[in-house]
Each structure stands twice: as structure tokens, then as C-alpha cells.
């Protein structure tokens, strides 16, 4: 597995001056470093993790997103996969596994599943800001993932976008 961190500090737990000043500038984060070891201790379980490059992961209250590489097929980790209900396990949370990817909507989509997106429409606000209106199938809150708060806090801390997820 391709990480952010390098492997020789994830599996001693000290970090080179490198890494060290990732962390310190924050593009790491201490998460980061615990799923990657997480991840790591699950390649011998699970070989397909060796050829997935984890990028970062973000955490709300109940729900950690990991971020993986464009093209690596997050359904080789699956919602309903090994590695996910192993991560599930280990940090007691709800894990959700998402491709890198330039394509906000698609990133929206990768996050609701399954639940169907109709559409997205973006809002001036009177402030002046934007806001993305997430449109979801109305008989599909059951089918989110999460809450929609954390799935909206997990956008925006992912995206930077502000999102309003909308029943039609
Ligand atoms: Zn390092």
C-alpha cells in the first residue's frame, strides 16, 4: 500500500524529520497515520490493499471517510468487505471508502450510496457564499450511510464545499 507516510515509520510508531513536519504542517493528521498502520497490518488478510495508494481519511463523530487513489476501485475494500469491517471494528465507527476524485458529484454520489442522487444545484446564499443542494430520492434516507449532518460536516471537511443534502 501506497500511503502518505512513510512505511518504515508507520511500523517502528517514530516518525522521520520528514514526516514529522507533514504532521506539524498538518498535511497529515494523527488519524492518517492510524489507519495507514491499520491498513498495513491488514495487508497480509487482505493482498488487494497492496496495490491501493490511501491518501487520507477524514472523521466526523460517528463516521471516518477514507480516501483512496483514482482508479482504485473502492468496492475492492467494499462497504461490506473485509478491510472496512475490520477498520469498523477496530476504531468503533462507520467506515466509508472513496475514490479520489477532481468530480465533486462523484464524490457526493461515492458518499451516498446507496442511496440515489438525483441531482445537485448550487445556491448563492444572501451572504454572499455557496452552497451545493444535494438532491437525494425521497424513500432513500434509510439507504444513507450516515446522518445527514456528518455526511454534510464530511463533505465539506473532504471537499472544502458546503452541501445541504435535500429529500425531493
Ligand atoms: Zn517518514
Same mark, same amino acid.
Given at each position: 500500500m501506497k500511503t502518505p507516510i512513510c512505511?518504515?515509520?508507520i511500523k517502528s510508531g %517514530?516518525?522521520?524529520s520528514r514526516c514529522q513536519d507533514k504532521l506539524d504542517k498538518g498535511l497529515i493528521t494523527q488519524l492518517?497515520?492510524?489507519i495507514a498502520k491499520e491498513l498495513l497490518s491488514l495487508e497480509d488478510r487482505a493482498p488487494e490493499l497492496k496495490e491501493v495508494e490511501f491518501k487520507k481519511a477524514v472523521s466526523t463523530d460517528s463516521m471516518v471517510i477514507i480516501i483512496?487513489?483514482?482508479g482504485n476501485m473502492p468496492e475492492a475494500l467494499g462497504s461490506r468487505g473485509k478491510v472496512v469491517r475490520e477498520l469498523e471494528k477496530? %476504531?468503533?465507527k462507520r467506515f466509508r471508502v472513496v475514490e479520489e476524485n477532481s468530480n465533486i458529484r462523484k464524490t457526493i454520489e461515492d458518499m451516498v450510496?446507496?442511496?440515489a442522487l438525483l441531482g445537485i444545484n448550487t445556491l448563492w446564499l444572501?451572504?454572499?457564499s455557496l452552497e451545493k443542494k444535494v438532491r437525494i430520492r425521497l424513500d432513500d434516507p434509510k439507504k444513507l450511510p450516515a446522518d445527514v449532518r456528518v455526511l454534510e460536516e464530511a463533505v465539506r471537511s473532504l471537499t472544502g464545499e458546503r452541501i445541504r443534502i435535500v429529500f425531493e
Open positions: 512505511t518504515i515509520d %517514530f516518525l522521520c492518517d497515520i492510524d483512496i487513489g483514482h477496530r %476504531f468503533n450510496t446507496p442511496a444572501p451572504d454572499g
